[in-house]
């Protein structure tokens, strides 16, 4: 549902990350934020709620290219991870082009991990798309605790549909920016087929 604006010369692809309460979804958009050329990025907003965040900025990414001689601008968003805003989740989901799943590799958040995949699954439908045909990224996030499961054990309960995964540790940078340019080259992908 990528938006374009011709006075601007600039296509708008929404990127949302996924996943439960606290797996890392804010950190990686705060590495990428801080770590983005200041000339192409926007304000970092962030909406708090009483336990939880929701963040949203947007950057011009000035390595992916062109589509139609249009630049290519993304908005990062995450979701609440709380079940209780899932009325947010939907909004937020509208209009998505491309979806990050952020998986916590703790043991004890492996129930969560699922329930957030299938709250991902319903919502998504009711906003008229398919997980098996929008770009999606799988990222197992807080590879470096202690209690963190095998990677081959989440990629084998979590992974849906063949797609990438990354292994990551949010807070130091590490899978951070390939996760996002797995999701955006995949949205490019998209785009070109069917614009």
């Not at 006075?7 to 309460?21: F, T």
């Not at 989740?89 to 998986?103: E, P, S, T």
């Not at 309960?157 to 990438?164: A, F, N, S, T, V």
């Amino acid at each position: 549902m990528a938006f374009i604006n011709y006075a601007s010369r600039e296509v708008n692809c929404k990127i949302v990350y996924y996943g439960p309460g606290l797996c890392g979804k804010t950190t990686n958009l705060q590495y990428i934020y801080d770590k983005t050329n200041p000339n192409t990025k926007g304000k970092l907003i962030s909406l708090a709620t009483e336990t939880d965040r929701t963040l949203f900025f947007d950057f011009l990414p000035l390595d992916l290219g062109m589509v139609r001689s249009l630049r290519v601008r993304f908005h990062l968003y995450t979701v609440p991870g709380q079940v209780f805003y899932d009325a947010s989740r939907k909004l937020i989901l509208k209009g998505v082009d491309g979806v990050v799943f952020v998986a916590d590799s703790q043991e004890a958040r492996f129930d969560a991990n699922l329930e957030s995949i299938d709250n991902l699954e319903k919502n998504l439908g009711e906003q008229g798309f398919d997980i098996m045909k929008i770009p999606y990224i799988l990222q197992l996030n807080k590879r470096d605790l202690p209690t963190a499961m095998p990677v081959d054990t989440l990629v084998e309960e979590l992974r849906i549909k063949g797609e990438p995964v990354f292994e990551a540790i949010a807070p130091q940078g590490i899978g951070v920016f390939e996760t996002l340019k797995a999701c955006a080259k995949q949205v490019l992908t998209e785009l070109k087929k069917n614009g």
